[in-house]
């Protein structure tokens, strides 16, 4: 059974108003004269971090995921409930505790409690974080809503935390220290756009942040608002670090598109809509299905996968 039947199946369940059929970034509950909103991702050893990484960016990390689907709804962090899998390495656990700390720190947000579980020495790491958000006003975006003619927009840039994971892997080296470096920061210390999003909550016709890949999360707003999502690949902006390590040919932003672990905003609006911060259009939406490439002004492949996939 893949994810995504798995999924199917827990959709018969999920028959709350508030569980949005499954289909959104995170649950949203009244809450007063707000909205409750909360979200839960896990982390995966081997399948979502190296087992090499430092366990302070690997606490960062958890945190940041997690606020980066409140940012897609508008949602102010509230607090973190977290699920932590021992394997008994006492100093691998203690700098996930600084890193945690880091993190609670920087982005404000303070840890409410949680559950703590032994995977044995021999176990996978495994972690869980659940995240509550407020936020304000009666439409909370989601991936419905997008409607032809509606303009494709992203935050910031994409591919940079693809390009730290190719150094990280060691199958990519960077000249210089400072390309490096940036790139590694992309992959290990994303910023979930927490601001952007609640500047731009009640103006967009859908929102969700990009993990798994701009082309597969741009499908999954596709499916959910029945309409085609094209994007222009030339358009799908790159940092200067990207380009000086990997170019801008197709094959670069071919990667950069499907590469995930960005965590900008992908939103559509109406043409005629004034946005309150800097994004760059990458596309339109179309009458039709999924999501379709153009390159010059031409229609060009869908890569396989659209982006990353859980077996």
């Not at 081997?46 to 430092?54: I, K, S």
């Not at 940012?71 to 100093?91: N, R, S, V, W």
């Not at 720190?105 to 972690?127: M, Q, Y």
Request: hydrophobic share 45%; net charge negative; charged share 20%.
């Amino acid at each position: 059974m893949t994810e995504l039947d798995f999924i199917d199946q827990l959709k018969a369940l999920a028959t709350h108003p508030a569980a949005r059929g499954l289909a959104d970034d995170a649950a949203v509950l009244p809450f007063g004269r707000h909205k409750l909103v909360i979200t839960h991702d896990m982390m995966v050893e081997d399948v979502h971090f190296l087992p090499n990484a430092d366990p302070t960016d690997i606490a960062w990390k958890l945190v940041a995921v997690n606020l980066s689907d409140l940012a897609a709804k508008g949602a102010k962090p509230l607090g973190i409930l977290m699920g932590y899998c021992q394997t008994g390495d006492d100093a691998w656990d203690a700098a996930f505790v600084r890193g945690l700390k880091e993190a609670i720190g920087h982005f404000c947000v303070p840890l409410l409690g949680g559950d703590t579980v032994s995977a044995g020495p021999n176990g996978k790491r495994t972690l869980g974080l659940t995240a509550l958000g407020e936020a304000k006003g009666h439409i909370i975006p989601a991936r419905c809503g997008a409607a032809p003619g509606h303009s494709i927009y992203v935050t910031g840039e994409i591919g940079d935390a693809w390009a730290g994971l190719q150094i990280a892997l060691g199958k990519a080296h960077a000249a210089d220290i400072e390309t490096s470096a940036a790139l590694l920061k992309a992959h290990n210390r994303p910023q979930p756009k927490l601001d952007d999003g609640r500047a731009l909550s009640s103006l967009v016709s859908t929102m969700m942040d990009v993990s798994d890949g701009l082309l597969l999360d741009a499908s999954r707003i596709a499916k959910a608002s029945g309409v085609n999502l094209e994007i222009d690949l030339d358009q799908v902006p790159l940092s200067v670090p990207f380009k000086t390590l990997f170019g801008e040919g197709e094959d670069a932003r071919m990667s950069a598109a499907t590469g995930g672990d960005d965590y900008q905003l992908l939103l559509t609006a109406s043409p005629e809509t004034v946005l309150p911060i800097n994004v760059t259009r990458i596309g339109q939406c179309r009458p039709g299905s999924g999501v379709s490439l153009v390159q010059k002004g031409e229609r060009i492949g869908l890569p396989e996968p659209l982006g990353f996939v859980h077996a």
